[in-house]
């Protein structure tokens, strides 16, 4: 029962790692500069983004259930992880991002002025991504590398110091996040030929998707973010995705090339989709 330990460590390490209630938000949006400004607006929809995870737990679930219960009942530790640790902390994230947005675009706090209905959506009306329960599981993984290049290349743009300590948690929250699913997916993987035929066709048919996907806000925010994917960031997620899996797998099925390019294809058409 390790797999239930580590859950239980992660939990007891993110409960005490950060608080978001002892940031005053209103005081670290009245001292940003001119550039830390533009740059909150620009991650306002990545907010939803986070929120959104509730929604993938959601569809995770409900894909766990349509598999035979031998292999079902060896996903409890992506169950509990996703339900304990993941929505929690990914809650956290995108009320904070939301809150400063939210601020400086209108003056308003979105803490206390978030809807049912916005909520509702991200966590019901959801795009449907995944085939089965493997490649959601990959999914969470694969994103994660992408959030940790994404708010690495996002701090070393920030000016405002207390606004760049907010931006570090949430990559510390995500590299983390990353370590454990690796833990989870590398055991399941070792546990039953069947898992490893299953997550290695997940890699072929879903190695692309982000999980924040599900969100309808998804497109735009990838296109107000993209111009922190620079040449090199871009290099650097694709990257660490393969190391990644040669590091859960050993072999793929697919070429570096051919992963890459997939990636890449996948990933621009999706920006090409705003206006």
Same mark, same amino acid.
């Given at each position: 029962? &390790?797999?239930?330990?580590? #859950?239980?460590?992660?939990?007891?390490?993110?409960? &005490?790692?950060?608080? @978001? *209630?002892?940031?005053?938000? @209103?005081? #670290?949006? *009245?001292?940003?500069?001119? *550039?830390d400004l533009e740059i909150v607006r620009l991650i306002d929809s990545i907010g939803d983004g986070e929120l959104s995870a509730i929604g993938i737990t959601i569809q995770h679930q409900d894909l766990v259930r349509k598999l035979p219960k031998e292999l079902g009942c060896d996903f409890y530790e992506s169950n509990l992880y996703g339900f304990c640790t993941i929505t929690y902390e990914e809650m956290r994230h995108g009320f904070i991002l939301k809150e400063l947005a939210s601020l400086v675009k209108n003056g308003k706090s979105f803490i206390e002025n978030a809807t049912g209905n916005h909520l509702y959506e991200l966590m019901y009306e959801t795009n449907t991504l995944y085939k089965n329960a493997y490649e959601s599981l990959l999914s969470y993984l694969l994103g994660e590398i992408t959030n940790i290049e994404l708010y690495s290349s996002i701090e070393s743009h920030i000016e405002s110091n207390n606004f760049r300590k907010i931006i570090i948690n949430i990559k510390k929250d995500e590299i983390k996040h990353k370590a454990a699913w690796i833990k989870i997916i590398s055991r399941m993987v070792k546990s039953k030929d069947v898992h490893r035929k299953n997550f290695t066709d997940a890699v072929i048919s879903s190695h692309f998707i982000h999980q924040a996907e599900v969100s309808n806000y998804f497109v735009q925010g990838a296109n107000d973010v993209s111009r922190f994917f620079t040449t090199s960031t871009y290099k650097k997620v694709l990257e660490d995705k393969y190391e990644t899996l040669i590091q859960i797998f050993g072999e793929l099925p697919i070429s570096k090339r051919d992963l890459f390019y997939e990636f890449s294809e996948y990933y621009n058409k999706k920006i090409k989709k705003v206006n």
């Open positions: 029962m &390790h797999g239930v330990y580590d #859950i239980l460590k992660s939990l007891k390490l993110g409960d &005490h790692k950060w608080d @978001v *209630n002892n940031y005053d938000y @209103v005081d #670290i949006v *009245n001292n940003l500069t001119d *550039n």
